[in-house]
């Protein structure tokens, strides 16, 4: 059931990166397009030229969770190859300046912290792909903590911010813009916020208790 946010009493929260902060597209579109390549070339996969928007639906899953559902009949051995090259690829592309943030989001990072608020970054991602993007864009200056499914060996992001939600201050707010922010957030009892820019297939936020339109937007509530 949706909640009204007390916006007035939130001190904690807790952002998604890809789809949420960052235009992650620009750089996972290139890298899966690499990915499947590798597998054509081995007649794992049938030549297929992949649109954007089909790409955009695996932006929200962890790199174990993406394959095992993609490709399910592949072996181990090539799933962990194949989401080895994707991530070698949004690395690749990250440092020749490829990577995007949302028009506004660092600034609206910076207007939160100095507000007080205490922001914790979590995200379906690696460790390397997360440190790539602290170092980048300086992700440690506004961030107490930044925390990535892979640290938790790839477990649910409801159960990662489980295991972390007691070193933090109530109220609590999650904003992303797919299901599993919100089912993190609606599982462990916090309030949510729905990003309707980012990446979430039709109906996926309905359950969220907002929805922003902008990043920008959470200056205009918090």
Not at 32 to 54: I, N, P, T
Not at 121 to 134: E, G, L, P
């Amino acid at each position: 059931m949706k909640k009204e946010i007390p916006f007035d009493r939130i001190r904690t929260i807790f952002l998604d990166y890809d789809g949420t902060l960052h235009n992650s597209i620009k750089i996972y579109g290139p890298a899966f397009r690499k990915s499947y390549a590798y597998l054509v070339d081995r007649g794992l996969a049938g030549a297929k030229d992949w649109s954007d928007k089909e790409i955009s639906y695996w932006l929200g899953f962890s790199p174990p969770q993406m394959w095992a559902s993609f490709m399910p009949h592949l072996d181990e051995d090539t799933r962990r190859k194949c989401s080895a090259i994707v991530g070698e690829e949004m690395r690749s592309l990250t440092e020749k300046g490829q990577a995007q943030l949302y028009d506004g989001a660092l600034e609206t990072l910076k207007y939160l912290r100095d507000k007080g608020y205490q922001l914790v970054f979590i995200s379906n991602c690696k460790t390397a792909y997360k440190n790539t993007h602290t170092e980048l864009f300086n992700l440690g200056d506004y961030f107490r903590e930044l925390v990535c499914s892979e640290e938790y060996d790839f477990i649910p992001k409801y159960e990662v911010l489980k295991a972390i939600k007691q070193n933090y201050q109530e109220e609590m707010v999650i904003v992303g813009d797919r299901l599993q922010d919100i089912e993190a957030g609606s599982k462990n009892g916090i309030y949510t916020i729905g990003c309707s820019y980012g990446f979430a297939l039709e109906g996926e936020l309905e359950e969220a208790d907002f929805i922003i339109d902008d990043i920008n937007d959470l200056k205009k509530y918090l």
